[in-house]
Antibody
Framework: QVQLVESGGGVVQPGRSLRLSCAAS????????MHWVRQAPGKGLEWVAV????????YYVDSVKGRFTVSRDNSKNTLYLQMNSLRAEDTAVYYC???????????WGQGTLVIVSS | DIQMTQSPSSLSASVGDRVTITCRAS??????LNWYQQKPGKAPNLLIY???SLQSGVPSRFSGSGSGTDFTLTISSLQPEDFATYYC?????????FGPGTKVDIK
């Protein structure tokens, strides 16, 4: 069965960096685009980034452009989100999600919490 | 960027009620509209994709309709496990966006 497991969250000071990972299993990882979606405490869902199945294209929401970088290692079935210059407003649960074949997010991880605070 | 709105932002309903949630896009998105259910502390769960297609394993009491800019999610007979927050999502643009959500709670 499809499994996505995020890790790497924690408490970090403003301006510092953090790298999230998402380990995938149960499907051919290298055949699917992958997304990051976040949810601030008590707020709605915000789409963050997408990376093509082969890593050739990457797109970001404006609020993280230039600070966050999405990448993947298809040999390790792992998705990454490098987050630099973190701000308080980046505090959220970060989910990785598979890009389904019908232009949706059909499988999600359980999320990892990032808290940006001094 | 494509903006999504939802109405209402919250509603109270009883078990057995028919519930309708509306989603509107800031421009035409054809049928690139998905619906998700999220329960507290859990990841979202895909219910409907391509505006009206039921995701595998989702009960048939859930249905979706619409195209262009206006879309609807209907729960034909609300069950206790359906109390949750519902989000629409456009996937017409490479940069997906979500609606603000509709919280369905118990009357």
């Amino acid at each position: 069965q499809v499994q996505l497991v995020e890790s790497g969250g924690g408490v970090v000071q403003p301006g510092r960096s953090l790298r999230l990972s998402c380990a995938a299993s149960g499907f051919t990882f290298s055949s699917f685009g992958m997304h990051w979606v976040r949810q601030a405490p008590g707020k709605g869902l915000e789409w963050v980034a997408v990376i093509w199945y082969d890593g050739s294209k990457k797109y970001y929401v404006d609020s993280v452009k230039g600070r966050f970088t999405v990448s993947r290692d298809n040999s390790k079935n792992t998705l990454y989100l490098q987050m630099n210059s973190l701000r308080a407003e980046d505090t959220a649960v970060y989910y990785c999600a598979r890009g389904g074949s019908n232009s949706n997010n059909d499988y999600w991880g359980q999320g990892t919490l990032v808290i940006v605070s001094s | 960027d494509i903006q999504m709105t939802q109405s209402p932002s919250s509603l109270s309903a009883s078990v057995g009620d028919r519930v309708t949630i509306t989603c509107r896009a800031s421009q035409s998105i054809s049928s690139y509209l998905n619906w998700y259910q999220q329960k507290p502390g859990k990841a979202p769960n895909l219910l409907i994709y391509a505006a009206s297609s039921l995701q595998s394993g989702v009960p048939s009491r859930f249905s979706g309709s619409g195209s262009g800019t206006d879309f609807t999610l209907t729960i034909s007979s609300l069950q206790p496990e359906d109390f949750a927050t519902y989000y629409c999502q456009q996937s017409y643009s490479t940069l997906f966006t979500f609606g603000p959500g509709t919280k369905v709670d118990i009357k």
